[in-house]
């Protein structure tokens, strides 16, 4: 049984950081892509970035220079270190098993002053 549990979010001031994490289970994680992804109130589900199995990573315009994925294969973790955040970076954040349906709860980030 597949299962991502992400952690790490909260209440932040805007040009803060967090960092979330996505724990997984059931999966060979090693190689396997990860990804995330948020969406924010009365907005579609945004990809942000993903990782491969060997490292490579992506992310979209929008995060681009102040998001960061990376991956712990010996905790079958991958992360999201978030900097420079804004008020427009609130919304729950997923962690995916990339191109599956596999999701994960979501944790809410909030940048407000």
């Not at 396997?32 to 924010?40: D, G, K």
Request: hydrophobic share 30%.
């Amino acid at each position: 049984q597949v299962q991502l549990v992400e952690s790490g979010g909260g209440l932040v001031q805007p040009g803060g950081s967090l960092r979330l994490s996505c724990a997984s289970s059931g999966i060979n994680f090693s190689i396997a892509t990860m990804s995330w992804y948020r969406q924010a109130p009365g907005r579609q589900r945004e990809f942000l970035a993903r990782i491969s199995s060997g490292g490579s990573t992506n992310y979209a315009d929008s995060v681009k220079g102040r998001f960061t994925i990376s991956r712990d294969n010996a905790k079958n973790t991958v992360y999201l270190q978030m900097d420079s955040l804004k008020p427009e970076d609130t919304a729950v954040y997923y962690c995916r098993l990339y191109a599956t349906v596999h999701w994960g709860q979501g944790t809410q980030v909030t940048v407000s002053s």
